[in-house]
Structure formats: structure tokens, C-alpha cells
């Protein structure tokens, strides 16, 4: 069957139990990858390579200022892929959390733009927990969808997200738009209580940071410690076995979806009650996207996200430093996401499968 | 010219970036492999193309290019996902982001600058009747992709080459005991499915809106393979499907023309609107699902 030209192609051959090295080592070689990559790519368009490396990958570390901004963009990206992660594992392709984000962010701002004299400690906490039901709702319609029309989830949720954006320049344009904002296109200034208090003094990392490493907590327990969690897993991982053992898909579609929307708007609306303190057109900043590859390079696993959602982080912080100490377009960022997720889809087959180098001794067959 | 004029005259050109990658990505799900990157293969076909008629190549050069990239970076998609088995939706996704962020990349320094689009060429007489006279007043492009769903369809319906296709789609492990290369056509299904979201891709930046604008395909690669479920897989439901999108974002300038006092908003979300509707409403007839979906949709093949 091998023709000539191909017998010297390896090949992959499936191993016996899962590579627990390969697991571990994915990751970490498909960023240096992405990052020899991206390195080419910058010479490539006529940048100093060591220019863009210093400024992607050491200047985020250098100063506590800009160490504090990783930290900062690690929350949302941690609680969107945590919840992301949950419904991936079960096979429930979730890829609307930038939309969930957007209404997370509407919801959330609904008490800043109606009550803005609102006074008191409870503004903030009932404007994250509306947000994150803003967001579940949002994604109750992608579950319906698929539940009950039997829908794909993947196109249904995305086209939702792109209907969310439209809602949110049209709140932005007419009934939300502030009247002194001289016709910009956002919010009144949120007051301060509606701000989610500061972590780290002197520092913009807030409380919503800590939100979304319980979160993570309680994706490892609920994942790899309960019932409901595993049920889950199997049902991603054998479909058929499930239902036999009474496992119903329905619910699996359901809670994947309400638990990615609901950490999606919580996210969603930590960001305008945080860092953005206003409702504005540049909150959909590609968090919900960028959140599906720090999943996947966490492995879907709790305590790998933690880590994928640091070093997404940096890659942002790094590409705004790029672009401004080495000039490097912004869109680099993206390319570098992307290549970023293909590398590791490469790196993780190794779990699963080993190359086989044919040998010259092998008779033809 | 009234509304339903109007909307007859452009409908055929609105159409076409949807047709184009449509009929891509129906050939790549035929033979049983699920790429979710049409959006970003058809930005990188799209400022491909507009680069290249930007500094005076021509459309026809514009069109090449855009195929070619759009084939070279599916065939990165076929790379990872047939070459290593890996997760097509990651995959799609991954070259999806890729592809947008090229196009960003690439256009940054072309946003809001112009091409000339294409002169329409008329069918004599026919042009001439009343209201659907416009109907036969399109491009060249418009034209040769009306071939193409037709070269397309009759390659499914009378060819050996179809036959093959929608083997390999259906049971790659019998296709392959019988002797045909699954790997290697779908490998070949791929870089179809990526040269016509290329064309797709210029077709919307140098020819429809020839103006060049980040994201400015919008999300019709999206709707593209949301077509594709509409279609059933049929080239012929395709067409109609892509028809129905090309009117119903022409229906949203009708509208503004014709002072209907909508929010603006609500027009440009028009097209997801429907998507997300006619979508529920297809699905939930399972059995037109399971009588004309691909059986090893999405799934790696192993011998």
C-alpha cells in the first residue's frame, strides 16, 4: 500500500496508555514554537527579533507596573477558559463567550446607568452576579438551540456573539450613551461604588481576580472530584457508554452552556466595573476567543488553565509593549494565537500517538 | 427602481461570497472533514486580493493570489488535523484566528483605501425585461460563479470524482479497503474548500465593497458554513440558501433607503438573525439531517 515517496514519512502509531510526559510537555513546546515562530515573523516584516523578544516576554516581568497589568488580564481570560473548559471536556462546543462577555458587561452596567446616584457596599456585588446572569442567559439560547431544535451549538453561539456586539453599539449609540460624553460612543462614569475594589494598592488588579482563582478551585473540585463533573467527562469522552449508564445529554448541553455563560459575564462584567469603570464600544476585545486557546493549552484541565491563562496574559501585555517598543503591528498577536493553538494541537497528538520511523529492513508489502 | 428591483439587481453579486465559500466548505464536509477556518481563509483571500489590485495587478492576479492563500493555509489545516488527528474544531478555530490576524497584518497599512470593482456585463434582451431585468446585469465573477455551482452539482451528480468524495465521507475505512486514499483526498477536498474561500474573500474585497476595512468580512465565513447545514449538502439548496442571504443583506439598505426607521443596529445583525433562525428551524427536522449529513463528519481516520 506505502508507495515509494511515502516510506520515508513517519508515521503515527497509536501507544498502548496515554503519555503523561507528552501531556506535561506539550504545553511549553508549543510555546517555544510559537514563539520561534513569531520571532521569524517579526524579521520577517523588518523587525529586530531581540527587540520584539525583550518587549513581549521580559518587559511584562520587569516592572511591577507592567507585571500588575498581566495580572490583570489574567482574570478574565482565567474565569471565561475555566468555564469554557468545562463544556469543551463534555464536547459542548461553546465558542460565544465573547458574546456572553458583551452581555455580562450590559447587564452589569445596568445598575451604573439607571441608578448612577446608587449609593452603598452591595453595588458592585449584585452587578457581577447580574452580569454573569446576563451571560448565562445568553447562552440559555445557544443551549435551547441545541437542545431543542438540534442546533449546532457552534455556529448558533458564535452568530450570538456577533448579535451581541450590534446590541451593544446600539446601547452605546441611543438609549445608553452618556448626554456630556460629547456624542462618544459610551456609558456614563460609573460611580464608586460600582467598582469592584482594588486588589493590590497602587495597582488597577481588583478583587475580581481572586473571583476567578476560587473559580478555578471550583472547576478542579467540580471536575475532578464529583459526581455531576465526572458524568461530564464521560459523556464527552464516550458518548454511548453514558447513555447507557442513564447519563442524560441534555442537561450535559445545559449546565456546560449556563456555567461557560455565567463565568463569561461575570468576566464581562468585572471588566466594566474594573479596569473600563464605563460601558464602551472596545469592550469586545476578543477575550472570549482568545479564552478557547487558553483553554486548550491548559490541557482543560483546572490547574493548567491557571497557568495558559498567565502566559495568554503575557502574550497581551507583551504584544502592546512590542507594539510600542518595537513597532510591531498589533495584529501580531492574533498570528501569534493562532500559531499558538496549531503548534500545541501538534504537541498534544504525542499523547495519544508515537512516531514510527519506517525502517529500510521492513519488507515491502 | 423599487425595492423588490433593487434587491433582484444585487442579490446575484451579495450572493456570491456566500456562494463561493458555501460550495468550499460543502466539498470539504462531503468528504467528511469539518472546517470551522472559512472565515479566516476568506479575510486572507480578501486582503490578498486587494493588495494585489491595489498595486495594479489586476483582478485576475488578485483572484489567483487570494486562491493560492487560501489553499496554502487550508493546507495547514490539513496539516494538523489530518497530518497529526488532531481536533478539527480546535483546528478550524486555530486557522480561523490565524487568518484574520494575517489579514490585519497584512492590510494594516491599506485600511480605508480603494480599488476599482469590475464592469457588469448584461445578457442582451434579457436584460432588457421589466423588474428582473437587473438579474442579468452582474460582473464576470457573478457569471463564472453560476458555472461553478453548476460544474460543481454535475461533478456530484454524474462523475466518478463525486462518487469518490462522498465515498470517502461516508465510510473512509470501506473507501479505503477498496483501495482509494482517504488522506489524500481529503487532503485535495481541503485546498478546494481554501481556494474558494479565497476567491470568496476577494471576491467581497476587491469586487463587491472594494474597500479595504479589518474585519470586513463580517462574519460570512460563519454563515457560509452555517449554509452548508441549511443546504443539506446540496448544491442546489446551497445556491438557494446563499441567494436568501445575498437578499437579506441587501433588505437592510432597501430598508434604510426606503426610511423604514429601524436602528441600524438591528439591520447589520439581520443576516446572524436569520442564520440563527432558518438554522433552528432545519435542525429540528432530524431526519433531513440524517438523510443527507456526512457520516464521519469531523472524525480523524485511522486505519
Request: hydrophobic content about 60%.
Amino acid at each position: 500500500m506505502t508507495g515509494s515517496a511515502l516510506s520515508i514519512v513517519p508515521s503515527l502509531v497509536r501507544r498502548d496508555r496515554a503519555s503523561l510526559a507528552a501531556t506535561l510537555i506539550a504545553p511549553p513546546v508549543a510555546l517555544a514554537v510559537a514563539i520561534l515562530l513569531n520571532l521569524l515573523l517579526a524579521m520577517a516584516i523588518g523587525r529586530s527579533p531581540s527587540a520584539v523578544l525583550h518587549a513581549m516576554l521580559l518587559e511584562p516581568f520587569l516592572s511591577w507596573a507592567s507585571f500588575s497589568e498581566v495580572l490583570l488580564k489574567t482574570g478574565p481570560l482565567l474565569l471565561i477558559a475555566q468555564g469554557l473548559a468545562i463544556g469543551f471536556r463534555a464536547r459542548v462546543f461553546n465558542i460565544g463567550a465573547e458574546g456572553q462577555f458583551v452581555l455580562g458587561a450590559i447587564f452589569a452596567s445596568a445598575i451604573p446607568v439607571w441608578f448612577p446616584q446608587a449609593t452603598g457596599g452591595w453595588i458592585w456585588p449584585l452587578m457581577l452576579l447580574l452580569g454573569a446572569i446576563g451571560g448565562a442567559l445568553w447562552a440559555s439560547i445557544t443551549a435551547f438551540w441545541r437542545v431543542r431544535l438540534n442546533a449546532n451549538e457552534i455556529l448558533v453561539s458564535l452568530m450570538l456573539s456577533l448579535v451581541a456586539v450590534q446590541l451593544l453599539y446600539f446601547l452605546l449609540l441611543g438609549p445608553w450613551k452618556d448626554p456630556n460624553g460629547f456624542n462618544f460612543p459610551q456609558s456614563v462614569l460609573f460611580q464608586v461604588d460600582a467598582m469592584v475594589p482594588t486588589l493590590i494598592p497602587g495597582t488597577r488588579v481588583n478583587v475580581s481576580l481572586l473571583l476567578a482563582v476560587a473559580a478555578s478551585l471550583a472547576a478542579w473540585v467540580f471536575m475532578q472530584k464529583s459526581f455531576l463533573g465526572y458524568t461530564l467527562q464521560v459523556g464527552g469522552m464516550a458518548p454511548r457508554a453514558a447513555s447507557y449508564a442513564g447519563f442524560n445529554e441534555s442537561r450535559a448541553i445545559w449546565l456546560s452552556l449556563l456555567i461557560g455563560g455565567f463565568a463569561a459575564g461575570l468576566a464581562g462584567a468585572a471588566e466594566v466595573a474594573g479596569p473600563l469603570g464605563q460601558l464602551q464600544r472596545s469592550i469586545p476585545t476578543g477575550y472570549g476567543y482568545a479564552a478557547i486557546i487558553v483553554a486548550y493549552l491548559g490541557g482543560l484541565h483546572p490547574l493548567g488553565i491557571v497557568l495558559s491563562s498567565l502566559v495568554m496574559a503575557v502574550i497581551y501585555i507583551g504584544g502592546d509593549n512590542a507594539m510600542v517598543s518595537a513597532n510591531l503591528p498589533i495584529a501580531v498577536v492574533r498570528v501569534f494565537q493562532g500559531i499558538l493553538l496549531l503548534s500545541y494541537l501538534i504537541a498534544v497528538a504525542f499523547v495519544r500517538y508515537r512516531l514510527a520511523w519506517p525502517t529500510a529492513a521492513r519488507s515491502p508489502t | 427602481m423599487n425595492a423588490i428591483e433593487f434587491i433582484l439587481a444585487g442579490m446575484l453579486a451579495a450572493a456570491t461570497p456566500f456562494l463561493l465559500a458555501a460550495l468550499g466548505e460543502m466539498v470539504v464536509e462531503r468528504a467528511g472533514v469539518l472546517n470551522l477556518g472559512v472565515e479566516g481563509l476568506m479575510a486572507l483571500g480578501a486582503v490578498i486580493a486587494f493588495i494585489t489590485v491595489y498595486h495594479g495587478g489586476g483582478h485576475l492576479l488578485g483572484f489567483l493570489a487570494a486562491g493560492a492563500a487560501g489553499t496554502l493555509l487550508s493546507l495547514v489545516f490539513a496539516f494538523v488535523a489530518l497530518g497529526f488527528r488532531a481536533n478539527q474544531v480546535a483546528t478550524g478555530l486555530a486557522i480561523g484566528i490565524l487568518g484574520q490576524g494575517l489579514s490585519a497584518l497584512f492590510g494594516k497599512s491599506y485600511e480605508s483605501l480603494t480599488v476599482k470593482g469590475l464592469p457588469k456585463l448584461s445578457v442582451p434582451g434579457l436584460s432588457e425585461l421589466p423588474v428582473i431585468g437587473g438579474l442579468f446585469v452582474q460582473d464576470v465573477v457573478v457569471w463564472l460563479s453560476l458555472g461553478a455551482t453548476l460544474a460543481i452539482w454535475a461533478t456530484f451528480t454524474f462523475t466518478r470524482v463525486g462518487l469518490v468524495l462522498r465515498a470517502v465521507g461516508e465510510n473512509p475505512k470501506a473507501a479505503h479497503a477498496i483501495g482509494y486514499p482517504v488522506i489524500a483526498v481529503r487532503v485535495a477536498a481541503i485546498a478546494f474548500g481554501g481556494m474558494m474561500a479565497g476567491f470568496a474573500g476577494a471576491y467581497a474585497a476587491a469586487v463587491y465593497t472594494p474597500l479595504w476595512a479589518d474585519g470586513m468580512i463580517a462574519g460570512r465565513g460563519w454563515i457560509a458554513i452555517a449554509l452548508v447545514v441549511f443546504g443539506t449538502w446540496l448544491t442546489g439548496r446551497i445556491f438557494l440558501g446563499a441567494c436568501l442571504f445575498g437578499a437579506v443583506s441587501l433588505m437592510s439598505l432597501a430598508a434604510q433607503a426606503g426610511g423604514l426607521d429601524l436602528p441600524s443596529q438591528l439591520l447589520s445583525s439581520l443576516p446572524y438573525l436569520v442564520t440563527i433562525i432558518v438554522l433552528g428551524i432545519i435542525s429540528a427536522d432530524r431526519r433531513l439531517l440524517k438523510l443527507n449529513g456526512v457520516a464521519s463528519l469531523g472524525e480523524p481516520f485511522e486505519r
